[in-house]
């Protein structure tokens, strides 16, 4: 058996689910080590999804693909397979599971509840792998809907005060959104081309379904569902509830992560599968995109609690997201893509990071938690200050990257939308500084200097991001190279080609272009041929 032919995706599937098994069915005697079984085993799917990465070809194509009959009569497959931007997905999903249950260590001291808890983070990467894999439409709504039930009971069984009704609230959500999402699954097989491939999402891409209207309305329900998932204003308000009330590893996983699902959706399903559709509908979600980004941005700033602030800054940055995925350009695309990386690195951490600090002072009150703490906790006060400046895009950090990309393909499809996006930026420097500034600047207070400062499990919980957000900051090539082919590929399927540079586009419309400007046209064109814009 070779590289190729290995079931990497079903392996990366199915570990995680079995050490779940392992964890919950053990019984008392193994419950006392579930912490470092799961550890364990997560950090061999980790192992794992780095060994299959090395065997990546950056071409575009979909690789590591299985596919095995499992409904047939319906069209229905287990069907898996990775593309650049499934790939860093499924790698994000099994990098943040490890540093979360490392995080968690001493969250609960009752072994029961900790194997619990465990067993039910292995769940979700079970499901998080395969959704980021799915290649079958509804293959992927299943998944899509089974990653609620472990999350529910993260939120619910573990959260603080107020659990109970932001789960229940962040079920309603998302079932909603999925239901809508079923009336668009059950039309891609009552308009689709059926058979025995009828749910394959290759064979769905460029396929004529009959009617502007119907596509359109597929689309939606699509759409509708990504939206909730994202999640895109005005259907966000869950997630504030969900992450205030949560565990802070839950909440790494439920916006690092899951709400990830929602903007892949859209570029794996919605682009490709409904191209008319995507382009009726742009206009509005490109405008409901600028309003997240300010919408989130503003509400982080009036908040006092620290979780609260992290979850609708997140709001903000998936307005940056969707903006990217609409503008319909490579730059953008990429960019879109790499920032859903960046944004779980850098939101994860700012949750593990708060996580720390509720521990320490016993509030999620960022006004109760300082002011002065960065002179007992200098680390603590440090590693806050470099994950903050990588959510707002401070360059050398990652998150400059992708944000930038965005800016500058929204720019060339979309001057004004990119313009007015790029204000988002100084209120993003606003609520994170602020927030610093409550904590940690000051005199020191006489009750914060017992504080302990990190140790040494928890630096290594938010030095492997942090490591990231620099190296991809300073160096993205590898990245972009597994997305640029994707991007370009999601783009021409959505029925759009690159926007020329504007010196091109004026030479090409003189009416009597002389000998230097038609050398100039040539090198411009080669240019862009060589993947240059």
């Excluded at 069915?25 to 006392?32: H, I």
């Excluded at 929602?262 to 382009?279: H, N, S, V, W």
């Excluded at 002065?372 to 895009?393: C, D, E, I, K, M």
Aim: charged residues 10%; contains cysteine; neutral net charge.
């Amino acid at each position: 058996m070779t590289m190729e032919t290995f079931p990497w995706l079903t392996v990366l599937i199915a570990a995680p689910a079995v050490g779940a098994l392992v964890v919950w069915l053990g019984g008392p005697a193994l419950q006392r080590f579930a912490r470092q079984i799961a550890f364990g085993w997560s950090v061999v799917v980790l192992a794992l999804a780095v060994v299959m990465a090395t065997g990546f070809k950056a071409d575009g194509s979909i690789q590591f693909a299985e596919r095995y009959e499992w409904i047939p009569q319906f069209g229905v497959s287990y069907a898996v397979g990775v593309n650049g931007v499934g790939l860093t997905m499924v790698l994000l999903s099994a990098l943040l599971v490890p540093l979360v249950l490392l995080a968690a260590w001493k969250e609960q001291p009752d072994p029961a509840k900790a194997a619990h808890y465990a067993a039910l983070v292995l769940c979700l990467e079970t499901f998080m792998i395969a959704v980021f894999a799915a290649r079958d439409v509804f293959f992927f709504y299943l998944l899509f809907e089974a990653m609620l039930i472990p999350v529910y009971f993260m939120i619910g069984s573990f959260g603080g005060p107020g659990a109970k009704k932001a789960a229940v609230k962040f079920l309603l959500y998302s079932l909603a959104g999925g239901l809508v999402m079923l009336a668009g699954v059950i039309a891609v097989w009552t308009s689709g081309p059926r058979g025995r491939t009828g749910f394959m999402i290759d064979s769905l891409i460029g396929f004529d379904w009959g009617s502007t209207s119907v596509e359109r309305l597929m689309f939606l329900s699509f759409f509708v569902a990504f939206a909730v998932k994202a999640p895109m204003f005005p259907v966000h308000t869950w997630l504030p509830d969900a992450a205030q009330a949560a565990k802070p590893g839950t909440s790494v996983l439920l916006v690092g992560v899951l709400d990830k699902v929602g903007t892949f959706g859209m570029i794996t399903l919605c682009l490709p599968l409904f191209p008319e559709a995507t382009t009726w509908a742009a206009p509005v979600i490109v405008v409901l995109a600028v309003v997240s980004i300010f919408w989130g941005a503003l509400l982080a700033l009036g908040q006092s609690d620290i979780l609260r602030m992290i979850a609708y800054t997140s709001v903000s940055h998936f307005g940056f997201i969707v903006l990217g995925v609409f503008a319909f350009t490579s730059t953008a695309e990429i960019g879109a893509s790499f920032y859903m990386v960046n944004h779980g690195l850098s939101t994860g951490a700012l949750f593990l990071l708060a996580g720390f600090l509720i521990a320490r002072r016993g509030t999620q009150d960022m006004t109760k938690m300082g002011p002065g703490l960065q002179r007992t906790t200098p680390l603590l006060a440090g590693t806050f200050l470099v994950v903050g400046l990588s959510a707002v895009a401070l360059p050398g950090l990652s998150t400059f990257v992708s944000e930038f990309m965005v800016l500058v393909g929204t720019y060339q499809r979309i001057p004004a939308a990119a313009v007015i996006s790029a204000l988002g930026v100084i209120m993003a420097a606003l609520y994170i500084l602020i927030a610093y500034q409550k904590i940690f600047t000051g005199p020191k207070q006489d009750d914060l200097a017992d504080t302990p400062d990190l140790n040494g499990r928890e630096l290594w919980v938010v030095a492997p991001l942090i490591a990231l957000m620099l190296v991809f900051g300073l160096y993205p090539k590898p990245a972009i190279d597994w997305l640029k082919a994707p991007a370009a590929e999601t783009v021409e399927q959505a029925g759009y080609k690159e926007p020329l540079p504007e010196v091109l586009e004026n030479l090409l419309s003189a009416p009597d272009p002389g000998a230097e400007s038609l050398v100039t046209v040539g090198r411009a064109s080669s240019s862009l041929e060589g993947g240059q814009s």
